[in-house]
């Protein structure tokens, strides 16, 4: 139930906003002696499906659930494509 929705084409800022919008963005940011997660690499991986559901117009809706987040990169682990 922590989620931040947007319409493509997403720029970075918008990247970030929805990144920041989610109630674990404290845990992005370090935690508990935790390294903080890599953001920017966040940010390009919403901007990469920004731009394949943009030139994909079969593409309805998409869900990215969930994304493991390291100091060093983010692996999406689970995707759900809805076509039209």
Request: proline content about 5%; charged content about 30%.
């Amino acid at each position: 139930k922590d989620v931040s929705f947007r319409i493509v084409p997403l720029e970075r800022r918008d990247a970030n906003e929805m990144i920041k919008e989610i109630k674990g963005y404290r845990l992005l940011q370090g935690y508990r002696g935790m390294a903080p997660v890599d953001i920017t690499y966040l940010e390009n991986i919403l901007l990469k499906i920004s731009d394949l559901v943009e030139n994909n117009q079969f593409i309805k809706e998409m869900d990215l659930n969930p994304i493991f987040a390291y100091p060093d990169g983010a692996s999406v682990i689970d995707a759900r494509i809805i076509l039209k």
